[in-house]
């Protein structure tokens, strides 16, 4: 059976073998089951339209970023979030995004929040925080690093990777 192609891709030709092609960098299809390389018109999730009258699509700049496809400009970042590779706005490293309702009715706002305490996250992205091995905890929230998991009380040992029990 066919199988329509995602944005953001095309197939000149869609059969059950053929595969779906990615459209030129920056660019992207504002709908799926597109069958041409001229059906990606829209800037990519990360891409804002040239500037000068110039054709195509560029990155969002370090300090802006774009999470949906279109031909709308690239906003700054929340504070203390940071542009990905990607062009989007990502939580740093030692922090997750996290959805919360203010209020009943209100609607979602999403925030960061440090890695808490015996855990850690060390690229900037949307990630979650990953454990301390056995026998090891951060002593702060926000840690970006497996090396800054030493061991815990009642542990001995070399920190991160050799924590046991004490005799």
Avoid: H
């Avoid at 092609?21 to 299809?29: I, K, R, V």
């Avoid at 560029?58 to 802006?64: D, E, R």
């Avoid at 906003?75 to 997750?96: D, E, H, I, L, R």
Wanted: charged content about 5%.
């Amino acid at each position: 059976a066919c199988t329509a192609c995602s944005n953001g891709t095309y197939a000149a030709a869609p059969t059950a073998s053929t595969a779906c092609s990615a459209c030129p960098p920056g660019l992207w299809t504002p709908q799926a089951g597109r069958s041409s390389a001229a059906d990606c018109t829209v800037c990519a999730p990360g891409f804002e339209p040239a500037s000068g009258g110039s054709a195509g699509c560029v990155l969002c700049a370090a300090g802006s970023g774009k999470n949906e496809a279109g031909n709308s400009s690239c906003t700054p970042c929340p504070p203390q979030w940071v542009t990905s590779s990607a062009g989007q706005c990502v939580p740093p490293a030692g922090y997750v995004a996290v959805s919360v309702v203010v209020s009943p009715g209100a609607p979602v706002e999403v925030v960061l929040e440090a890695c808490p305490i015996g855990t850690f996250k060390p690229q900037a992205g949307l990630g979650n925080c990953t454990s301390c091995p056995p026998g090891t905890t951060t002593f702060a929230a926000g840690a970006t690093s497996l090396y800054q998991c030493q061991c815990a009380a009642g542990s001995c040992g070399a920190a991160p990777l050799g924590c046991t029990p004490c005799p």
